[in-house]
């Protein structure tokens, strides 16, 4: 399952470049994103949580009080390749993340708080991806 996690953070890392100009994420705060699941990835930027709002919302993943979207991320996520086999828990995962933050009212900093809430739950149910395996693929796709 660190596999599918993999291409699922590939997949949507692409909309990263859509989203710079909105976000106002410089190169340096974000050159990549799967750098998310490095050991000293930093939660600390407000425009960091905006890149994800943006990002979510080019797969069209929230809803209109930017919230996640059940439906379509289950449908992001079974897009990947064995993605159905981690999609229900992905989005059971977002979904706690979004109850504990939900009195958080700006938009970014809300999700922010709720990326790195999903985060730290992957590693605990141990479906997050290696750095080397997102390396490794990530090098391949730019050859
Ligand atoms: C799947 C790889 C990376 C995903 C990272 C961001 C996930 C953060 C979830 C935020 C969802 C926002 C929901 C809004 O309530």
């Known amino acids: 399952s660190a596999d599918i996690m993999k291409d699922v953070t590939l997949g949507f890392g692409e909309a990263l470049q859509h989203c710079r100009e909105e976000s106002q994420l410089t190169e340096e705060k974000l050159d990549e994103f799967f750098h998310f699941w490095r050991d000293d990835f930093k939660f600390e930027d407000h425009e960091l949580g905006c890149a994800?709002?943006?990002?979510s919302r080019h797969f069209n993943l929230l809803t209109d009080s930017h919230r996640m979207h059940h439906e379509n991320t289950d449908k992001f996520i079974q897009s990947f390749p064995n993605g159905e086999m981690l999609s229900k828990q992905m989005v059971q995962i977002i979904h706690t993340c979004e109850q504990k933050f939900d009195s958080v009212e700006d938009h970014c900093w809300r999700i922010l708080r709720i990326a790195e809430c999903f985060k730290l739950a992957c590693i605990?149910?141990?479906i997050a991806p290696t750095m080397e395996l997102l390396m490794a693929e990530f090098i391949m796709e730019a050859e």
């Open 52 to 55: 994800i709002k943006c990002m």
């Open 124 to 126: 605990a149910a141990d």
